[in-house]
């Protein structure tokens, strides 16, 4: 299992930016494909952005493509989660997870493709 922790939430005015992080304690961190989640209150935990093991690939849920960027530091076990042209109805708790064995070296979307979770992080828009 990968132990992750997530960074950079807060609180943000509509049209805002912030950059999300999310550290992982594997060595084998560049193994795994890697994913952003969120959950606002009172909804399920839905998808955000995918990211491939070697960053070759990125995907996105339609709600967010054009404004938010899924990039990877695999040499600093680090993804990170840039959120431009922020609206309030992105506000939700956000996770960071990576992908549940056996590896497949695709671009998992699905909740149940992913096995390790981090605590999450809070980001508010404000309107």
């Known amino acids: 299992q990968v132990q992750l922790v997530e960074s950079g939430g807060g609180l943000v005015q509509a049209g805002g930016s912030l950059r999300l992080s999310c550290a992982a304690s594997?060595?084998?961190?560049?193994?795994?494909?890697m994913g952003w989640f969120r959950q606002a209150p009172g909804k399920e935990r839905e998808f955000v952005a995918s990211?491939?093991?070697?960053?070759?690939?990125?995907y996105y849920a339609d709600s967010v493509k054009g404004r938010f960027t899924i990039s990877r530091d695999n040499a600093r076990n680090t993804v990170y989660l840039q959120m431009n042209s922020l609206k309030p109805e992105d506000t939700a708790v956000y996770y960071c997870?990576?992908?549940?064995?056996?590896?497949?070296?695709?671009?998992?979307?699905?909740?149940?493709?992913?096995?390790?979770w981090g605590q999450g992080t809070q980001v508010t828009v404000s309107s």
């Open positions: 997870a990576a992908e549940r064995p056996p590896l497949r070296r695709g671009l998992p979307s699905r909740r149940a493709d992913f096995g390790s």
């Open positions: 594997r060595r084998t961190f560049s193994n795994y494909a």
């Open positions: 990211i491939t093991w070697s960053a070759g690939g990125t």
